[in-house]
């Protein structure tokens, strides 16, 4: 199994990125997916999750409105658009899967599998 996590860069506040994460060896539809991050020195959260068939997502707080996940499940991918981008937005931001996770609310129950590689994400001031 394979998660190949792209698009991460330098941006400027109030900018834009699309992340991108490419599954393999795996039934990817059969998989709720999720975007997580982490700053060095603090632990990994929770961004965005989405159901098998993308029509169920949930969003941490601090980037409700501002980010949206979708998927493709036909090309086995996940994305996360980002938008009005902060500085505290910069981490690096790993892809996963969330088996658990079918509708409704994220609960940390529902913990990742699978993780990708992670891609960094620099939002300058």
């Known amino acids: 199994v394979q998660l190949q996590a792209s698009g991460g860069g330098v941006v400027q506040a109030g900018g834009s990125l699309r992340l991108s994460c490419a599954a393999s060896?795996?039934?990817?539809?059969?998989?709720?997916m999720g975007w997580f991050r982490q700053v060095p020195g603090k632990e990994r959260e929770f961004v965005a999750v989405i159901g098998r068939r993308g029509l169920n997502t949930d969003y941490a707080d601090s980037v409700w409105g501002r980010f949206t996940i979708s998927r493709d499940n036909e090309k086995n991918t996940v994305s996360l658009h980002m938008n009005s981008l902060k500085p505290e937005d910069t981490a690096v931001y790993y892809c996963?899967?969330?088996?658990?996770?079918?509708?409704?609310?994220?609960?940390?129950?529902?913990?990742?599998?699978?993780w990708g590689q992670g891609t960094l994400v620099t939002v300058s001031s």
């Open positions: 060896g795996l039934t990817f539809s059969t998989y709720g």
């Open positions: 996963a899967t969330v088996p658990r996770y079918v509708r409704g609310v994220y609960n940390e129950w529902m913990k990742p599998d699978l």
